[in-house]
């Protein structure tokens, strides 16, 4: 079993910026794809960010591409994502999660879920 704890969320202006963390528990998952989707309300849950377990590919949602930057540290078992020049539509949870599949921006690839943190942009 993996388990995930996001952090970092909060409340930012239009403009700044905020770096979410991602730290796993219960066991190592370097091997593991890992990604970031969000969701608003009333909204699905959308792919926002991905890396795989190398950190040698990224994939990023077009609305936040240029914008958000996925790491990883494999050795901390901690994934990140680096948002810059946020919008109020960013406003969402944010989730991370991990899976042994690769890399993807589809939901079902990933077996493990954080709780999510709350990112709030105002205007």
């Known amino acids: 079993q993996v388990q995930l704890v996001e952090s970092g969320g909060g409340l930012v202006q239009a403009g700044g910026s905020l770096r979410l963390s991602c730290a796993a528990s219960g066991r190592t998952f370097g091997g593991y794809a890992k990604a970031w989707f969000r969701q608003a309300p009333g909204k699905e849950r959308e792919f926002v960010a991905a890396i795989s377990w190398s950190g040698s590919r990224t994939y990023y949602a077009d609305s936040v591409k240029g914008r958000f930057t996925v790491s990883r540290d494999n050795v901390k078992n901690t994934v990140y994502l680096q948002m810059n020049s946020l919008k109020p539509e960013d406003t969402a949870v944010y989730y991370c999660?991990?899976?042994?599949?690769?890399?993807?921006?589809?939901?079902?690839?990933?077996?493990?879920w954080g709780q999510g943190t709350q990112v709030t942009v105002s205007s």
């Open positions: 999660a991990v899976g042994a599949n690769g890399a993807s921006r589809l939901r079902t690839d990933y077996e493990y």
